[in-house]
């Protein structure tokens, strides 16, 4: 049984916590040892911007996991460093252990003990559709929280990094949708908002099309203030609308350094939040953390590092129209509807209103909480939602426009 409390924000800038970032860092630096972490490394005046980036080190992480480092951003210090501590530490609970509670069987036998997941919905790549029928699958218990009673959920769409044991893996696990917070709310309310963002971000980038143009007119206020640094920096930031049916905002943003025309530095970043500034602020915030960690060279692709090269700084935009061609529309950040809330789980409830209204028909929770931190960890998974900007093999019928699909219209 999942039970969560109504608790207050502690401002409206925090936009999901209800204590600020000197408390959490109170609270979760004497536990970065558990979690094998090292110690924070403030990474910010590796780029020219002066926005806040930290960077953690976890070595231990499990066999199979390529990275290791793990950041954080923010508009201030105590909020960059919290969040990259915090990022590490959804990490480390995610690993499965062996004493996790893990089923082994069919489809059809998960079904006939309780509602499972049908595995379609969980977007699969082409070679596994239907090839899951009667084969072997690994299984956890979540909640699912439109019927509030327990799901059977697949464990490779819960842990990560997933090794199968004899079970059929239908996919790559990934990180898409676990998220830590000082409570299990704030934990399910960041998490929702990250598996939104990605289903926003691959429809448009399968579309190549945003909504529109997105100005920032409020100079004073706090994405107006990190947009001034960009653009006094000499980098050039476009800022589109990407929110989609869900309704929930998704802004993105483009930064474009006209100063060193340099095609590494032509980086993305994608916020999701009920308030449209915090949506903004961590677009923009995404953007300053993929600079900062390209310069500090703990997460350069060399393939990918070579492609960009070869393509160059003209290449690069011209091969991305989405995120650096203006759109035909323009319109002010300060115009959208701000629907949050000042208390998270009233912040959830209008989330999961807006994905039922959308015709969504599960939102499922596992937690991921270890004992030895106690830090709330969750895996929030909405099948359905699109995953492709995280797995390319992976597309849905969102993508096409396929949805809600004909099983959940009966």
């Known amino acids: 049984m999942l039970s969560l409390n109504r608790c207050p924000k502690c401002s409206k800038e925090t936009g999901i916590r209800v204590v600020p970032p000197e408390d959490t860092l109170a609270r979760i630096r004497p536990l970065m040892e558990k979690a094998g972490m090292e110690k924070p490394r403030d990474i910010t005046g590796l780029d020219r911007l002066g926005i806040p980036v930290f960077s953690i080190d976890r070595p231990a992480t499990r066999p199979g996991e390529k990275n290791h480092f793990y950041n954080g951003k ?68 979540g909640y699912e929280m439109f019927r509030g009673c327990p799901v059977w959920v697949p464990a490779c769409a819960v842990y990560h990094v997933y090794v199968p044991d004899g079970d059929m893996q239908l996919f790559r696990s990934h990180t898409n949708g676990i998220a830590a917070g000082n409570t299990m709310e704030e934990a399910i309310l960041h998490a929702l908002f990250e598996d939104i963002e990605r289903d926003a971000w691959s429809i448009a980038e399968y579309k190549e099309v945003a909504n529109c143009d997105l100005v920032i007119e409020d100079e004073d206020s706090v994405p107006g203030q990190l947009l001034k640094k960009f653009e006094d920096n000499g980098v050039h930031v476009h800022l589109k609308e990407i929110t989609t049916d869900i309704g929930v905002t998704t802004i993105g943003a ?95 409830e209008v989330v999961l209103g807006h994905l039922m209204d959308a015709g969504f028909d599960m939102v499922i929770c596992n937690d991921l909480t270890r004992p030895e931190t106690g830090v709330p960890v969750v895996r929030m998974t909405v099948p359905g939602l699109e995953v492709s900007t995280m797995d390319p093999e992976r597309e849905g019928g969102r993508l096409i426009g396929m949805w809600p699909p004909p099983r959940y219209q009966n």
């Open 74 to 141: 923010g508009a201030t210090p105590e909020q960059a460093e919290a969040s990259g501590i915090m990022e590490a530490m959804e990490r480390y609970a995610a690993e499965p252990r062996d004493t996790d509670e893990i089923a082994y069987g069919t489809y059809e036998q998960a079904k006939d003990i309780g509602l499972t997941v049908y595995p379609e919905d969980l977007i699969l790549p082409e070679p596994y559709h239907g090839a899951w029928m009667g084969q072997q699958i690994a299984w956890c218990e």
């Open 254 to 348: 483009a930064a474009d350094d006209v100063e060193t025309k340099d095609p590494e530095m032509l980086t993305i970043g994608v916020g999701t939040h009920l308030d449209p500034q915090i949506a903004a602020i961590r677009a923009l915030t995404e953007v300053a953390q993929s600079r900062a960690t390209h310069k500090d060279g703990t997460k350069i692709n060399a393939q990918l590092q070579k492609v960009t090269r070869d393509m160059g700084y003209e290449g690069v935009k011209k091969a991305n129209p989405l995120w650096f061609k203006d759109c035909s529309s323009k319109k002010r950040l300060e115009d959208i509807p701000n629907l949050a809330t000042d208390y998270v789980l009233d912040d959830i």
